[in-house]
T-cell receptor, first 113, second 110 residues
Framework: EAGVAQSPRYKIIEKRQSVAFWCNPISGHATLYWYQQILGQGPKLLIQFQNNGVVDDSQLPKDRFSAERLKGVDSTLKIQPAKLEDSAVYLC???????????FGSGTRLTVV | RKEVEQDPGPFNVPEGATVAFNCTYS??????FFWYRQDCRKEPKLLMS???SGNEDGRFTAQLNRASQYISLLIRDSKLSDSATYLC???????????FGQGTELSVKP
């Protein structure tokens, strides 16, 4: 079974620029999550999708972050404009139905300079 | 108070030692509990689920204490390859999202 695919692996941008991350979940997984992991901390949920609908985006900084999951499969997470404090690893995860632990992708490491 | 809190690390232990990690959670209605392992610069990987009666997988034993709202992970006969950060995760009673602790770093030395 193919895992969760994410791209790019690394991204370096200047503050105030925009950036987008892409995620392709495990085939058939209805639930998709985006997490932010700052160095030395645990992952923090940004947004959760069930198929193409948003279940939880309470911790998404909506003034600069946006995410979509068109057609209930792939998802993109965008930051515009980026701030220095957005430097982190952005992890995508998927789950069949949200009842078990999920599988993470390898993440995108973002550095904002 | 954070929703999920773990023992501060790092833990430095010799090979063969037994080491235990604790994790407390604040939401008494939490339903599911997990331990993840995260190697340096890698993604978290599910190590084991934690069941109410406690469960074991080889050298790893996980326990849940609902009354005191904590979970634990015991690693026996530590190996060099056990060196990693261990994250506990708690599923809230809504929607299926996992809330993670900050992680505890383990370093096993020869």
């Amino acid at each position: 079974e193919a895992g969760v695919a994410q791209s790019p692996r690394y991204k370096i941008i200047e503050k105030r620029q925009s950036v987008a991350f892409w995620c392709n979940p495990i085939s058939g997984h209805a639930t998709l999550y985006w997490y932010q992991q700052i160095l030395g901390q645990g992952p923090k949920l940004l947004i959760q999708f069930q198929n193409n609908g948003v279940v939880d985006d309470s911790q998404l900084p909506k003034d600069r972050f946006s995410a979509e999951r068109l057609k209930g499969v792939d998802s993109t997470l965008k930051i515009q404009p980026a701030k220095l404090e957005d430097s982190a690893v952005y992890l995508c995860a998927s789950s069949l139905d949200g009842t078990y632990g999920y599988t993470f992708g390898s993440g995108t490491r973002l550095t904002v300079v | 108070r954070k929703e999920v809190e773990q023992d501060p690390g790092p833990f430095n232990v010799p090979e063969g030692a037994t080491v235990a990690f604790n994790c407390t959670y604040s939401n008494s209605a939490s339903q599911s509990f997990f331990w993840y392992r995260q190697d340096c610069r890698k993604e978290p990987k599910l190590l084991m689920s934690v069941y109410s009666s406690g469960n074991e997988d080889g050298r790893f034993t996980a326990q849940l204490n609902r009354a005191s709202q904590y979970i634990s992970l015991l690693i026996r006969d530590s190996k060099l390859s056990d060196s990693a950060t261990y994250l506990c995760a708690v599923r809230s009673n809504q929607g299926g999202k996992l809330i993670f602790g900050q992680g505890t770093e383990l370093s096993v030395k020869p």
